[in-house]
């Protein structure tokens, strides 16, 4: 069974720090996508990040990154420079069959 | 360029009802998902169609239902409720239903049985 597995219920940083929140896979297939979606209190999923897992290079959006590694099937995603506004449930997600599969999130909160 | 539309955004029912929710996809999108989020069991996959076809379906007893219109959008029906049906479902469009498009979200249905 495809699974997506998220560790951390909750994860605190300080305002312009850095914070990694980690994520963990499994799959049989050998080419799919990877997502982080961020769900602030307005509960819209937002897209964050997104890793073709056949690309060895680590995608990367302004603050956001993320570390792949394939072979540990490891998604982690760094957020630099924390902002308030990045204080949200972050899901990770992988793509399969025409659905997302996805994990329990990780609750960021940002200490001003 | 409008988002996702779902409508409405909060419902309260009673046990044994049956409810409708709808989703507008954004303009051009044919491929429109649906996920039921609840704090239990976190995000689960309900159904995905494209061009009013169902190519998925997770695993939701036959109470919950959908259907795609040639328009594009999107209903979802749960008939008998049940208190554990209570839950946000969310919908997302996407372009052409492929992997590599992003998919965008709706603000969600927040459902209450009571």
């Known amino acids: 069974a495809q699974t997506v597995t998220q560790s951390q219920p909750e994860m605190s940083v300080q305002e312009a720090e850095t914070v990694t929140l980690s994520c963990t896979y499994d799959t049989s297939e050998s080419d799919y996508y990877l997502f982080w979606y961020k769900q602030p209190p307005s509960r819209q999923m937002i897209l964050v990040i997104r890793?073709?897992?056949?690309k060895q290079q680590n995608a990367t959006e302004n603050r956001f990154s993320v570390n792949f590694q394939k072979a540990a099937k490891s998604f982690s995603l760094k957020i630099s420079d924390s902002q308030l506004g990045d204080a949200a449930m972050y899901f990770c997600?992988?793509?399969?069959?025409?659905?997302?599969?996805w994990g329990a999130g990780t609750k960021l909160i940002i200490k001003p | 360029k409008a988002g996702v539309t779902q409508t409405p955004r909060y419902l309260i029912k009673t046990r044994g009802q049956q409810v409708t929710l709808s989703c507008s996809p954004i303009s051009g999108h044919r491929s429109v998902s649906w996920y039921q989020q609840t704090p239990g069991q976190g995000l689960q996959f309900l159904f995905e169609y494209f061009s009013e076809t169902q190519r998925n379906k997770g695993n939701f007893p036959g109470r919950f239902s959908g259907r795609q219109f040639s328009n594009s959008r999107s209903e979802m029906n749960v008939s008998t409720l049940e208190l554990g049906d209570s839950a946000l479902y969310l919908c997302?469009?996407?372009?052409?239903?492929?992997?590599?498009?992003?998919?965008?979200f709706g603000q969600g249905t927040r459902l209450t049985v009571v």
């Open positions: 997302a469009s996407k372009i052409q239903g492929k992997r590599t498009t992003e998919a965008f």
């Open positions: 890793q073709e897992a056949y």
């Open positions: 997600a992988h793509d399969s069959n025409y659905q997302l599969i």
